[in-house]
């Protein structure tokens, strides 16, 4: 398989998955108190600050996640740049006031405890911190430290997908009790996620170095 085969298959797996994720947080669009996640959050549900925080977490997230995927592919942004522009900027503007801000928040109300709540407030912090560095690196108009942060930031950003199949695979397959499976997915769903986008880079800049020799 070769390397362009390669990410476009990649490149599809993450768009189908964010749009199956886009989908099934719609159903938060009803605002009814007992419908999905909020089933597990019924003893502050009806905190109107909690409330009001996980709506633009959920609603910010939703939509940052389903352009994610469309940054990233060639042919569409060499086709439609303009477009890659305006929605870019909605990704960043999303993550910066109100995904990355809010998640924070939410870290402090962790199903999980101490442990899930420090993960879930690291996540939040890098969420921050890799998504302001692309803005930065762009406005430097270095493109290719753009990307590479990009990539970082939205590894971040797909963590609400991985976070929801880790979940059910942890607590089907390998059967863990529920407490670790909470803590230990709050971890993994995006450090798994930081591993492969760093191998990516990795692999991109080994690629970039070599063609620097032999030219």
Known sequence: MTSKLFRYILWAMLAVLAVILFVITTEYTTFKSDTNFL???????????????FYFHVFSGMIVILIGPFQFLDVFRKKYMKFHRMSGKIYV???????????????????????????FLIMGILWFVTTIMAVIKIKNRNLHEHKIWMMRSFALSFAAVTLRLLVPAFSEIIGYEKEIIIVSTAWLSWLL???????????????????????
């Not at 939410?106 to 999980?112: H, I, K, L, T, V």
């Not at 996620?193 to 030219?215: D, H, P, S, Y």
């Open 193 to 215: 996620n930081l591993f492969i986008a760093e191998g990516m880079i990795f692999a991109m800049e080994r690629k970039v170095n070599k063609l620097k020799v032999n030219t």
């Open 93 to 119: 503007y999303g993550i910066l006031l109100f995904a990355a801000p809010t998640g924070i928040i939410m870290a402090f109300y962790a199903e999980g405890g101490f442990w899930s709540t420090v993960a």
């Open 39 to 53: 089933l597990e959050k019924q003893d502050i549900v009806n905190d109107p600050f909690w409330r009001t925080v």
